[in-house]
C-alpha cells in the first residue's frame, strides 16, 4: 500500500475523521437540551458541562499515556464504544448522576478517539498533504454536526440523534478496522 494505496488510506481516515467529529459535535452541540430534557436545572447543566471539560482533558492525557502501544484502531474501538454507551446513557435515564456520566464520557472519550483518529490518518498520509487539512476536517465536522443534529432535533427528536451517532460511531469503527487490516497488508 505505497503512494496511492496509502493515499486512499489517508484519505478513507479523514473522511472517518470527520464524520465521528461531526457526529461527536452533534451530541455535544445539544448538551444542554439534553440535561434540562433529563430533568435537570440550567444552572446545574452548566456545571456538569464545566466538569466535563475536566473529562475531556483527562481522556486526552490518557491518550497521551498510552500513545501508540497499543496501536491506533484498538483505543479508538474502546473509545467509541465507550461513547455509544454514553449516548445510550444519556437516551434512557433521567437525573444528575447519568447525566454527570454521560457528560463526562462523551467529552472524554471525544478527546480520546479524535487522537487516535488523527493518529490513523497522519500515519497513512506519507506525503504529509492530508494531515495539514485536520483543522479543516475537525472545523468542517464541528459546524455541520450540530447544524445536521439541530433539523433532526426538530423534525424527530433526540432519539434519532443518539441513533445517528452510534450508527456512525459502528460506521467509523469498521471503516478504521478496515483501514487498519490494508495498512497491514
Given at each position: 500500500w505505497d503512494g496511492a494505496g496509502s493515499r486512499h488510506l489517508a484519505w478513507a481516515s479523514a473522511a472517518a475523521l470527520f464524520v465521528q467529529f461531526a457526529a461527536f459535535s452533534a451530541v455535544w452541540g445539544f448538551m444542554e437540551r439534553i440535561g434540562v430534557d433529563n430533568g435537570l436545572a440550567a444552572e446545574t447543566v452548566g456545571s456538569i458541562l464545566s466538569l466535563s471539560i475536566l473529562a475531556g482533558f483527562v481522556g486526552a492525557l490518557v491518550a497521551a499515556v498510552i500513545g501508540n502501544k497499543c496501536g491506533y484502531v484498538a483505543p479508538l474501538t474502546v473509545g467509541l464504544v465507550l461513547s455509544i454507551l454514553a449516548v445510550a446513557i444519556l437516551a434512557t435515564s433521567k437525573g444528575q448522576g447519568p447525566f454527570v456520566i454521560g457528560a463526562c464520557v462523551v467529552n472524554g472519550m471525544l478527546q480520546f478517539s479524535v487522537v487516535y483518529q488523527m493518529g490513523l490518518l497522519t500515519h497513512n498520509d506519507y506525503s504529509g498533504k492530508i494531515a495539514v487539512m485536520i483543522p479543516f476536517i475537525l472545523a468542517?465536522?464541528?459546524?455541520?454536526?450540530?447544524?445536521?443534529?439541530?433539523?433532526?432535533?426538530?423534525?424527530?427528536?433526540?432519539?434519532?440523534?443518539?441513533?445517528?451517532?452510534?450508527?456512525?460511531?459502528?460506521?467509523?469503527?469498521?471503516?478504521?478496522?478496515?483501514?487498519?487490516r490494508k495498512e497491514r497488508a
Open positions: 468542517s465536522g464541528g459546524a455541520i454536526g450540530p447544524g445536521i443534529a439541530g433539523v433532526i432535533v426538530e423534525s424527530s427528536g433526540l432519539l434519532r440523534v443518539y441513533c445517528g451517532f452510534a450508527l456512525i460511531a459502528v460506521l467509523v469503527i469498521a471503516l478504521s478496522v478496515w483501514i487498519g
